[in-house]
Nanobody
Framework: VQLQASGGGLAQTGGSLRLSCVVS????????VDWYRQAPGKQREPVAA???????NYADSVKGRFTISRDNAKNTVYLQMNSLKPEDTAIYYC??????????????????WGQGTQVTVSS
């Protein structure tokens, strides 16, 4: 089972980016999925979260600018980032609560991190 985050890049202040987190492998169920970010010299912090039912939650710093969504048919969670600010510059990680089959076909409940995607916002 792997989480592949993509969509990062360079944006100008006020611009937009859309991040994707694709979950692949022997997935049974994708439960809650979170996006975190880590800026240079800072701790990793939660940005947005979405439950399996589609309920969402956001950090105060991104409310009204970021939108998290999911496409269960594609095993993908998105983070639409609008009105970007230089302080949004960070590596963004997805973090998923999963149920999946292990290599010996046991059912596993586990939380996994994606590899991160860099977002840089220029002023």
């Amino acid at each position: 089972v792997q989480l592949q985050a993509s969509g990062g890049g360079l944006a100008q202040t006020g611009g937009s980016l859309r991040l994707s987190c694709v979950v692949s492998g022997s997935i049974i169920r994708i439960n809650a999925v979170d996006w975190y970010r880590q800026a240079p010299g800072k701790q990793r912090e939660p940005v947005a979260a979405i439950t399996s039912a589609g309920s969402t939650n956001y950090a105060d710093s991104v409310k009204g600018r970021f939108t998290i969504s999911r496409d269960n048919a594609k095993n993908t969670v998105y983070l639409q980032m609008n009105s970007l600010k230089p302080e949004d510059t960070a590596i963004y990680y997805c973090y998923a609560d999963l149920n999946y089959y292990s290599s010996n076909e046991e059912i596993v409940a586990h939380k996994k991190w994606g590899q991160g995607t860099q977002v840089t916002v220029s002023s």
